[in-house]
């Protein structure tokens, strides 16, 4: 098929973009010239750009969804701690305060060291537990997926 030359001015911070990009693809630029307007004529242009952005939506809902249980069970899970804590541990008297603060630093340093331990190497809490959202096609299980964060 015979080719129809076309001459067109561009303004030289394109057409050095135009450059730098056929160089990096090592391909002519009539080739990335052609390719481009193609693209740009194509009428399935735009639906090929929203398929990819609702693509990429539904992942970031789909990952928004996990912060919002992942931060409800932590919410649930301190307030629960909390609420424990709060009947079952007795307030020291004034005579055993000092020695409870001290005691209270030693073991907060030692739950440091095994959170540490157990965000570096070990399954989580959000892991382990299991929550059944309702999605848009019924019940999803996103608490044993691994996908997406």
């Known amino acids: 098929m015979k080719k129809v030359r076309l001459s ?3 303004d030289p911070k394109l057409a050095k973009q135009l450059e730098a990009y056929a160089n990096e693809r090592r391909r002519s630029l009539s ?3 052609q390719a481009s307007i193609a693209s740009f004529l194509s009428p399935d242009g735009p639906d090929r750009m929203e398929a990819v952005m609702a693509k990429r939506l539904d992942r970031m809902s789909r990952q928004i969804e996990r912060l919002n249980r992942d931060t409800g069970i932590s919410l649930e899970t301190l307030a629960l701690f909390i ?5 079952a541990v ?3 008297s004034e005579a055993h305060y000092a020695a409870a603060q001290a005691k209270g630093r030693e073991r907060y340093e030692r739950f440091l060291e095994a959170l540490g331990r157990r965000l570096s190497k070990g399954p989580t809490l959000l892991r ?6 309702p999605s848009a096609e019924g019940q999803t299980d996103l608490g044993s997926s691994g996908d997406d964060g």
């Open 90 to 92: 007795p307030a020291p």
């Open 128 to 133: 382990e537990v299991s929550i059944e959202l």
């Open 31 to 33: 080739v990335v010239a």
């Open 83 to 87: 609420r424990h804590w709060l009947v």
């Open 8 to 10: 067109v001015y561009l």
